[in-house]
């Protein structure tokens, strides 16, 4: 500690190279802590999937409908337990409607759909009064309480997806608001909106069809086979299917821009190996500057050790410097994203998206290795420099 | 000040040598050196540039090493000790005056000076006490929070001066004290070393090319291509 007053006024010397080099760290340290977070919330949503359902949508894509009569040929399917309608409303609040507030809104079958994620937890009376009110909604307690619902409030939604927009909105009126165990399903979202299919399936005239089946199987074991005789008995079809888990159906989302973990890793390490270069540079040009200084610490007394330490200790305060910048510009944009246009649509879907404390120790510590890795060479340089070669004017 | 070998020297060289080597080629700089400096005496080493003062210097202070012969200082062969060992017993034993002062210019005056005592086991309080001890008999204590860019290249050379005494070392060797200050400067600080050689029995072993410089020492050594002219 007698030596910290010593460390840190070097750090002083030229004020412009430290601060621009715990700007190049903090900029790393950002980096990884937001990548790092975006890729633990996509990891954390892929394993709120539950084993024992299938999800089964167009073969194309996502933007094409099935037939409302493939369900009860799916049910007949040996191994499926349950079906149920889930279609992506993509409604928006209020008139005319609010694009900033989004959250996921879906229009199912009631009863089996409920039947099959018993993670929404909603108290018999609730469940009872949505399945009997065709314009019943179940509101997820995070939303509820963000718009100030309560059970019997209503609000419209209008979608923008064109088969279901029919000229006007869609009333609602709530009647159960969910919640989750924590503990049990510790993924399950709690912004989501249900509304019945038939409701939109009468508004459109029955115009429209379905945009995913949820499925549940009797055994988790028999996915592949349960699957492969579905998308079998729409082979020759206009519109195949394509059948898969519900991980696999929401890893599928992000690999649309393409091998995320690889794309965002690939970034990372890029950054921090330029700014390990950087700031290698950096410490060298500062070592070189002091030879003189080293050399009359050595005369001093100073063991070639001890130099070396000083030298490291430098960099380590830098590094300590710029990840707890980094961190705190980390945590800022974690918390602004949501808020942000494109990206907010993207990070509110991840229901634990935010900073967690293995990701920001991981930060700082790759900050620190950063400095203890740049700073190395200098300070092994100045450790075996000799007192006299360094006292030599340049 | 003890003395703890049979002449009574603080430096007793021994048929020292000190060679060179730049890529394949060998450079003799010190050939055979042999001379006693008395514990409490103030001895100047001359001659022309590349006759090895400044290298006999170095090896006297313990920053560098002979290649052959001997070298005993404040009582310890030089040349059997380890790297580690030697640079604790510099900080025990030499203070070592620069002839560009060396001041680290991000510290103040009296943490210049503070610095060889952070090797010590002494508080932060005694630390600093001693250091404007060592200001005070250098002059300087009412500049102890100046920079070296506010000080003067006499006021800097003081500040070392200061810096090389703090830890009440038996040996002090300069090189070229004066060699970078006016006439006016160069007088203050020979009379800052006739003081603590003759009030503190200082033993010195200073480099100079000046001779106003080299009359201030009460003996004066020749040096020329490596070997001793007296």
């Known amino acids: 500690m007698k030596y910290l007053p010593y460390m840190l006024k070097h750090l002083r010397r030229n004020w ?97 759909y409920l039947d099959m994620h018993p993670e929404f937890v909603l108290t018999p009376d609730e469940r009872t009064a949505f399945i009997t009110d065709r314009r019943g909604a179940v509101v997820g307690k995070e939303l509820a309480d963000k718009h100030g619902w309560k059970l019997g409030s209503t609000f419209q939604l209008e979608s923008t997806i064109p088969p279901y927009r029919v000229g006007k909105p869609f009333d609602f009126i709530v009647r159960g608001i969910y919640t989750a165990d924590k503990v049990k399903n510790p993924g399950t979202d709690l912004t989501m909106m249900f509304f019945h299919f038939k409701y939109l399936y009468e508004a459109t005239n029955q115009r429209v069809g379905v945009g995913t089946y949820s499925l549940q199987i ?19 079809s206009d519109a195949q299917t394509k059948t898969e888990t519900e991980a696999q159906f929401i890893a599928g989302f992000f690999a649309l821009a393409g091998n995320l973990a690889l794309l965002l890793n690939l970034i990372g390490t890029a950054v921090a190996f330029t700014i390990l270069l950087v700031t290698a540079n950096t410490m060298s040009m500062a070592v070189r500057e002091r030879r003189k200084e080293i050399a009359v610490l050595k005369t001093l007394g100073f063991p070639s050790g001890l130099v070396m330490m000083l030298i490291l200790g430098e960099a380590l305060l830098i590094g300590l410097l710029g990840g707890g910048v980094g961190l705190l510009l980390g945590g800022a944009m974690i918390g602004a994203m949501p808020q942000m246009p494109m990206i907010g649509d993207l990070v509110r879907g991840f229901p634990n998206f935010g900073m967690t404390w293995p990701v920001a120790s991981l930060g700082l510590g790759f900050a620190l290795f950063l400095s203890l890795a740049a700073g190395l060479i200098p300070a092994v340089t100045a450790f075996r420099a000799r007192i006299t070669d360094m006292l030599r004017t340049v | 000040m003890s003395t703890q070998n049979g002449f009574g020297a603080a430096v007793d060289v021994q048929q020292v040598r000190k060679v060179y080597k730049r890529d394949t080629q060998e450079i003799t700089v010190l050939d055979g050196i042999s001379l006693q400096v008395k514990s409490g005496e103030f001895v100047a080493l001359m001659g022309p540039s590349g006759s090895g003062k400044t290298t006999l210097l170095n090896l006297i202070a313990g920053i560098d090493r002979p290649t052959s012969g001997k070298l005993t200082v404040a009582g310890t062969d030089v040349g059997s000790l380890s790297e580690g060992q030697l640079a604790t017993w510099r900080s025990r034993n030499i203070g070592f005056i620069f002839q560009f002062y060396n001041l680290i210019p991000v510290l103040s005056a009296v943490e210049n000076v503070e610095l060889p005592l952070l090797l010590t086991s002494l508080s932060k309080s005694e630390r600093r006490n001693r250091a404007l001890l060592a200001l005070k008999i250098v002059g300087l204590e009412d500049r102890s929070k100046h920079y070296p860019r506010q000080l003067s290249g006499g006021q800097e050379q003081r500040v070392a001066i200061a810096r090389a005494i703090v830890t009440d070392p038996s040996v002090l060797v300069a090189d070229e004290p004066t060699g970078d200050l006016d006439a006016r400067s160069a007088e203050e600080i020979l009379s800052l070393l006739d003081t603590l050689n003759t009030e503190f029995k200082k033993t010195i072993v200073m480099v100079t090319h000046d001779p106003r410089a080299a009359e201030r020492a009460h003996v004066q050594h020749h040096l020329e291509k490596g070997l001793l002219k007296d």
């Open chain 1, 16 to 112: 412009i190279r430290t601060s621009t080099t715990i700007v190049g760290i903090a900029v790393c340290v950002f980096l990884f802590c937001v990548l790092r977070s975006v890729l633990a919330a996509v990891d954390y949503g892929m394993q709120s999937g539950n084993a024992n359902r299938l999800i089964t949508r167009h073969a194309v894509g996502l933007t094409q409908q099935i037939p409302v009569t493939y369900q009860e040929r799916i049910r007949a399917v040996p191994g499926v337990k349950r079906v149920a309608i889930a279609n992506w409303f993509n409604g928006f609040l209020g008139m005319p409607p609010d694009y900033r507030n989004f959250f996921a809104n879906f229009a199912i079958d009631p009863e089996e």
């Open chain 1, 218 to 236: 009797e055994d988790p074991k028999q996915a592949p086979a349960v699957a492969k005789a579905i998308d079998a008995l729409f082979e020759n």
